[in-house]
């Protein structure tokens, strides 16, 4: 197990360069200069001393590869660069937002859990039923709507209507504002859980064991609980870490929309500014986190499921 | 009879939408983009404007039939560019293996590993806005599962007898990817395809809410939203006709793909039932 968690872990480094490398080629392809277009408000043209003095003081006008060599070797001593913008360290500024972002997307992942699993759990034992059917048409639309619209809809009925909540806002970082966008956050892992436990169950109900459990007179309880549930775990588990890391990534729209300070509105905000180094971050630490959760599920479905560890 | 409802109801959603941005120039009452008149600004839904107003007094409904056309191309383009991408690398992949089989295959773990809207958006960012970006940005996030069921398809496909045969034939490979193998691998391949769809136009979608995408004054589904937030209290169609539109799309698109699947696929329904 300590090998298989080792090597897991070791894995992450090289696709973290790899990634890393990636976003560089990605930005250091722009046409122009980053200074020019900074400093540009389409208008006047801004001073070329000003802007070469810039460029010379993040670096901008030295070679590709060396500038490539600075930023991995400045990688590797957690520094991500200084923004164009607020000239404060890249890794203050994602630190400070981070925070946010892991509640937001917490509180979502729980909402999903446990109304997902549950439901998608439900259909399965009774499939073709009436909660079956909802079930797999809420699953798909879920799976169809824009979360951002659907957090306007619920902004609009909870807090403009009812006023029941805050419509957005980190406020003093109270439940009450962390309701709405997790809600809507968290509606497509939902749909995707609802939809894979259902799944997953429904394929451990019709093995061999299953049939041989109730053969031997086992009760409908006692088969759910000790075979069917710990057996389709695995895929839920494995679905939830994906999710979950992904929701990273969808959180972008969601923190936009109401106004909630985290990582993924930051990256928005710097891209609309152009401040190269923050976007670079940002991006780096989602892909970072994505990874590590990923390596974290396959360690717990390892621990859940021997089987996995010897392929 | 539910696996028919999915391919019916998808296609009839999807054809809706088709029909929708095709004969927008005739459907629509009024010009999407120069319709804007300020005194019938924030109008609520009425005979004249079936979807109101929104706050620069432009037709809803004639925006979202011309929105209909972003969306459709943005979805359909995209996704062939994901397409031509996933099935070159996968089946060269596949079927050559070697050092190009672990190269390929590290990229798909590289591009697995960042979140298709970050990755998008990163391209948007250097790109800048646009749909021109915004096809790029998109059909070159997206690959990566396709390329993945291509590489499988190929490996299981390569030992069959018909490619054996193709291949003491003297057939060069090419030949043999583009006629024996890549013609058996198509149901998997649009599966993916369709379903990708439906998540090309949620991403332009977003995109174009974050402003980054369509700009105003072109009428995409995701840039009517944009200003919805502002306004919803006093004008709350100007959220509602154009997220539905999207709903409705993308549900098209999703149980189209679904539907397809479970027809391509036979075990899949024998496994449902």
Known sequence: MLRFALRRILQIIPTVIVVALLIFVIFSVVPGSFAASLFSDGRTNADPQLIARITAQFGLDKPLHERFFTYIWDLARFDLGTSFRTRLPVIQMINERMWASLELATAAMVFAIVIGVPLGFLAALRPGSVLDTVTMIGAVSGLSLPQFWLGLLMMLLFALHLNWLPSFGYGDGSFRNLILPAMALGVTPLALLARTTRAGVLDVMNSDFIRTAHAKGMSETAVVRRHVARNALVLIITTVGLQFGSLIGQAVVIEKLFAWPGIGSLLVDSVAIRDIPVVQGTILVIVLWFLVINTLVDLLYAAIDPRIKQE | ?????????????????????????????????????????????????????????????????????????????????????????????????????????????????????????????????????????????????????????????????????????????????FTQILPNMMGPILVMATLGMGSAVLSEAALSFLGLGIQPPFPSWGSMLTDAREMIQLAPWVAIFPGLAIFLSVLGFNLLGDGLRDSLDPHMRTRKA
């Open chain 2, 1 to 177: 009879m539910r696996l028919g409802f999915n391919l019916l109801f998808g296609g009839f959603l999807t054809a809706v939408v088709i029909l929708a941005g095709a004969l927008a120039p005739w459907l629509a009452p009024f010009d999407p983009v120069l319709g804007a008149n300020l005194m019938n600004a924030e109008l609520p839904p009425d005979s004249e404007f079936w979807f109101g107003t929104d706050s620069q007094g432009r037709d809803v409904y004639s925006r979202i039939l011309y929105g209909a056309q972003i969306s459709l191309t943005v979805g359909i383009v995209s996704q062939v560019i994901n397409s031509v991408i996933g099935v070159t690398l996968g089946m060269t992949a596949g079927y050559w293996g070697g050092w190009w089989d672990d190269l390929v295959n590290g990229l798909t773990n590289v591009m697995l590993a960042i979140p298709s809207l970050i990755f998008a958006l990163a391209v948007m960012a250097v790109l800048g806005p646009g749909l021109v970006s915004l096809l790029i940005a998109l059909g070159l996030t997206n690959w990566s599962w396709t390329c993945r069921i291509a590489r499988s398809s190929t490996l299981s496909l390569k030992s069959q007898g018909y490619v054996l045969a193709a291949q003491s034939l003297g057939y060069s490979d090419l030949r043999i990817m």
